[in-house]
């Protein structure tokens, strides 16, 4: 395995929660992703990390921050989360060379 | 911006056959391209990847892919389809320059029939 764990691995909460999931690795990768992955979409860009405290948005960022304050943890918040979050979140980490490690997802429910 | 597209939600291929999953992309400039696999209630594991040099990619579990620079294609081929092969595959692309980003196709499911 690559050294990526993320938790919680199962969440159910209600709309307007705060909400973090996390991501943790052993590897000292320089990147880090979120992605979320829904049916019909494959798989979408949250946000990602390029070092400690840079981070940029990917495709889908609204109503979701990151935080990334040491190398290996990356924090992904909904603030209020919102039925539409409904997901199952990938955490991946990687290099330059572009070969990504992932987790083995978070799957957050939304009521 | 980057985009990938897998035209097939599905393919269906039988047992010893030779299997091919399609991907064409876009992107600025050269491509770095890959291959992901998903077992069920699993993360994305790497198949292979292309960033330069000789036009075949071999893989792991003997997938190959062959990039074509004038059909903006990464097409992904094995020669003899195992039941086990049965999986979802995505394709990803990223700028070979600048900040890694990954883009992912929507995703194909490969059935093999026994």
């Keep these: ?111 | 911006a980057q985009s990938v597209a897998q035209p097939e939600d599905q393919v269906n291929v039988a047992e010893g056959n030779p299997l091919t999953v399609k991907c064409t992309y876009s992107v600025s400039g050269n491509p770095y391209l890959f291959w992901y696999v998903q077992y069920p209630n699993r993360g994305l594991q790497f198949l292979l990847k292309y960033i330069t040099g000789d036009n075949l990619v071999k893989g792991s579990y003997g997938f190959e892919a062959e990039f074509n620079k004038s059909q903006t294609s990464f097409h992904l081929k094995k020669p003899s389809a195992l039941v086990s092969d049965s999986a979802l595959y995505f394709c990803a692309v990223s700028p070979n320059t600048g900040r890694r980003a990954l883009t992912f196709g929507s995703g194909t499911r490969l059935q093999v029939q026994p």
């Design chain 1, 1 to 111: 395995d690559a050294g990526i764990t993320q938790s919680p691995r199962h969440k159910v909460t209600e709309t307007g929660t705060p909400v973090t999931l996390r991501c943790h690795q052993t590897e000292n990768h320089r990147y880090m992703y979120w992605y979320r992955q829904d049916p019909g979409h494959g798989l979408r860009l949250i946000h990602y990390s390029y070092g400690v405290k840079d981070t940029d948005k990917g495709e889908v960022s609204d109503g979701y921050s990151v935080s990334r304050s040491k190398t290996e943890d990356f924090l992904l918040t909904l603030e209020s989360a919102t039925s539409s979050q409904t997901s199952v979140y990938f955490c991946a980490i990687g290099e330059d060379t572009g070969e990504l490690f992932f987790g083995e997802g978070s799957r957050l429910t939304v009521l």
